[in-house]
């Protein structure tokens, strides 16, 4: 934009703030009507809720904290095509659907900056081209403010990319090419060069095919000169692991030590060539909030007053629309309006305005108005000394203490065969006076066996744990926390003091199936990184000394709910229907409590890249598991709504009413500022993956009057912003003799298709046709 365009545009929005300024003198009240709909003498006699009132019509509106708005209008929303302008300068002009930019539109910026292209739900969605002030170009698509899928971006430096996109991150193939005629061509990883792809150099026509990891050669590759020599072997930024040889042009390979060059010059010169990383969006569409206003249309005599979006009349607070956040997360209501209007509130007022509220709440579901459970207590009893598991906590602490600080890390993930072996497995006797290779210690004389050790140790590192915290959240100065009651099972659960891990003692037979399916599990892990099944980080044994000679089996597992939010409701869901509900009464249900398919009153909502890689995920993490005769996991599913009122009320999706538990304190608030930034700064999607983190919507549904084996209800429109955790859990569970037993026994008494106890083909079918009516995009 030029200096005589911006100047233009400066005195086109100083003209109008004066408009607007004389607009709201000559109102009778900030919160007045100055629409120029089509208005007649009639009009003043009208019903305000008849149909007539619900047309689309051309309206100018000068809104109470000083926003434009000119184009077409419903309701209380801007519906259709128009322009809004903000008081700091941003502009929207393009299509509207009921308040939300949705569609095709033109949002500026006052520096300059413009997207014109598609927007979805406030964000911009869709194929665009955002111009930055400085001229960083994007032309491609977007979802959510992200630039994601196929997209070509020119920065202001000269540089250029063009190829895949995947969060806002160059991800997938592309090429990238620098002003100074360098350029790559191949895969990428989270904005940097990782995979296998060539780059070649403009000013010498050297040229280096092969392998990449963080921007750098790292694997096999070839650095070909132009007349015609190259050199070939295995590369990395560390000397002690380069090896390869020089062939020069024409003649036989010669020891590359022998020569004047060095594979070093390659990563001095790569090191010059930094991948750009452009401007950032200065505010985003979605952040930009709506002042809306209803107008009144009484007589002179009655002062119009301000209309909140759920139809509540304000108590003259100027508010906002944000679909996240209205008030503090601190409970003050009264505090916080009273600071914000600056003045004092009358109790009794701010009671009925409360009670009114929750009324309309109740009315959007057409039922019962949903709560959170009440808080549960911290899972888990502290093991004690006196305790009668106190002694086999020490054990296990000073076991795995041993297994993690005995070996350093693997070098690589590719394993031998032999490392799967079932015998693979080492014994070390600990005696209390302590031996060669173990401390002393002040628990009884025992000894300790791990399985196939090696496998675990690569797997802890495969799923980024740091032996380090590893053997700390475990083994530290912190006591392990044993749930109340065994499982189904009749094993018994424990809990790191930080949550982080969990260890659960097994029975010989579910060992011996981990074992029998330990290859083709790590196999699995390693090939889909977003797999949803469960983590095992260790499986050992326990075994005491003397007559007793009592074996205890454990298996280290992650926790799928370790998360700095509380997690209001827990689902298991298998897709059967016998016995597959709670057998507690709604007083005692609280926010440990694990739900089951027949208390399932929602439906889960992904946004569309989630949902696609969910599917895909699920039928590969199931046809896993069929393949390994596994039958009996289910989907462990945590929700934590964003959104509750003060008395523990969960707040719709579009009933706007006052937030936070004051039993929650410490649990963060989101904002739709907060998302919108989250998802524009690609750095923080790394605590959001699937099944962890993820932000959702969960759709209430009811079941029909007399089908209570029906599965999944009716979904009712009452829509509620989550936080989501999933994952498959469960997954040692072999169809043997015995379930075949039990199936053919409950067959005689129950529908078939009714019973967990199915034939894993069969389960596996089940389980999905389930998952996939229960998780849905949302559009």
């Known amino acids: 934009m030029s200096k005589e365009q911006y100047s233009g545009v400066m005195r086109a929005w100083e003209a109008t703030l004066r408009k607007t300024h004389a607009a709201k003198k000559r109102a009778n009240s900030i919160f007045g009507s100055t629409s120029v709909a089509p208005h ?218 022998n020569l004047d060059w060095d ?183 025992f000894r300790w066996k791990d399985y196939c050790p090696q496998v675990f140790r690569t797997l802890r590192k495969l799923f980024k744990v740091d032996p380090a915290d590893y053997m700390l959240s475990i083994c530290g100065n912190n006591a392990l926390r044993e749930l109340s009651s065994p499982g189904k099972s009749g094993s018994f659960f424990y809990l790191t003091h930080d949550d982080r891990y969990m260890i659960k003692t097994m029975k010989k037979a579910e060992a011996k199936v981990l074992l029998r399916m330990l290859s083709a599990y790590y196999n699995h892990v390693r090939a889909f990184e977003n797999t949803l099944v469960i983590k095992f980080y260790g499986l050992h044994c326990v075994k005491l000394t003397g007559p007793a000679q009592k074996k205890v089996r454990f298996i280290i597992m992650g926790n799928l709910f370790c998360s700095e939010y509380t997690i209001h409701r827990r689902f298991d869901l298998k897709g059967s229907s016998l016995g597959r509900t709670t057998d507690k009464p709604e007083s005692e249900i609280d926010g440990n409590t694990i739900l089951k398919d027949l208390d399932l009153n929602f439906i889960f909502r992904l946004h569309k890249p989630f949902f696609q890689q969910f599917c895909r995920q699920i039928d590969r993490d199931c046809e896993f598991l069929e393949q390994e005769r596994i039958m009996d996991y289910s989907l462990l599913v945590g929700l934590y709504f964003r959104e509750t009122s003060v008395a523990g009320y969960l707040i719709p999706t579009g009933a706007r009413t006052p937030t936070g538990d004051p039993d929650d304190e410490g649990t963060p608030h989101f904002s739709r500022a907060d998302v919108d930034q989250l998802l524009n700064d690609p750095s923080r999607w790394a605590s959001i993956k699937l099944g962890v983190n993820m932000p959702a919507r969960v759709e209430r549904t009811v079941r029909s009057t007399g089908c209570e084996l029906q599965l999944v209800g009716e979904p009712t429109g009452e829509f509620y912003e989550v936080v989501m955790f999933f994952g498959i859990i469960d997954i040692l569970q072999d169809y043997d003799i015995s379930k075949k037993l039990e199936h053919a026994y409950k067959s005689i008494q129950y529908d078939p298709t009714s019973i967990s106890a199915v034939d894993p083909r069969q389960y596996s079918r089940r389980f999905r046709d389930f998952i996939f009516k229960i998780f849905i995009e949302d559009a």
């Open 263 to 445: 594979p070093q010059q390659v990563f001095d010169e790569l090191s010059k060539s930094e991948i750009c990383t452009g401007e950032k969006v200065p505010v985003l569409p979605s952040q930009k909030k709506l002042a809306v206003w209803r107008s009144s249309k009484g007589g002179e005599g009655n002062k119009p007053r301000r209309m909140s979006v759920d139809g509540r009349v304000s108590v003259g607070v100027e508010r906002t629309v944000d679909r996240f956040k209205m008030f503090e997360a601190d409970g003050d209501l009264g505090g916080h309006v009273a600071r914000e209007a600056g003045m004092h509130i009358d109790a009794d007022l701010l009671g009925s305005e409360m009670e009114q509220s929750s009324g309309n709440l109740r009315s959007l579901g057409g039922g019962q108005q949903l709560r959170i459970p009440k808080k549960g207590k911290k899972q888990g009893e502290t093991i004690y000394k006196g305790h009668k598991n106190y002694e086999l906590m020490l054990n296990l602490q000073l076991g795995i203490r041993h297994s993690v600080g005995r070996a350093p890390p693997p070098d690589n993930l590719d394993l031998k065969a032999s490392a799967f072996d079932v015998k693979d497995k080492i014994w070390t006797r600990f005696p209390p006076e302590g031996s060669k290779y173990t401390p002393p210690h002040q628990s009884c004389d």
């Open 40 to 257: 007649t003498d009639d009009e003043e006699d009208e019903d305000p809720t008849s149909s007539s009132t619900c047309e689309v019509y051309h309206a100018e509106r000068f809104l109470p904290n000083g926003d434009i708005y000119t184009g077409q209008w419903y309701e209380n929303f801007p519906h259709g095509h128009g322009k809004y302008l903000w008081t700091d300068g941003c502009m929207y002009v393009g299509e509207w659907c009921q308040g939300k930019t949705m569609g095709s539109g033109r949002f500026s910026w006052p520096s300059g900056a413009v997207y014109d292209g598609e927007f979805k739900n406030n964000y911009m969605d869709g194929k665009g081209t955002y111009t930055g002030p400085s001229g960083d170009t994007y032309r491609g698509h977007w979802i959510m403010n992200l630039k994601h899928g196929h997209g070509l971006r020119n920065y202001s430096n000269g540089d250029e990319y063009e190829g895949d996109w995947r969060r806002g991150l160059q991800e997938g193939n592309g090429r990238y090419k620098w002003s100074n005629g360098d350029h790559y061509i191949g895969e990428w990883k989270n904005g940097v060069i990782c995979g296998k792809g060539t780059f070649l150099w403009a000013g010498t026509g050297n040229c280096y095919d092969g392998h990449w990891e963080d921007g750098l050669p790292k694997g096999n590759g070839t650095l070909l000169w132009p007349d015609g020599g190259f050199y070939m072997g295995n590369w990395s930024n560390d000397p002690e692991e380069r090896s390869g040889s020089y062939y020069p042009s024409g003649s036989s390979p010669m020891d590359v030590n």
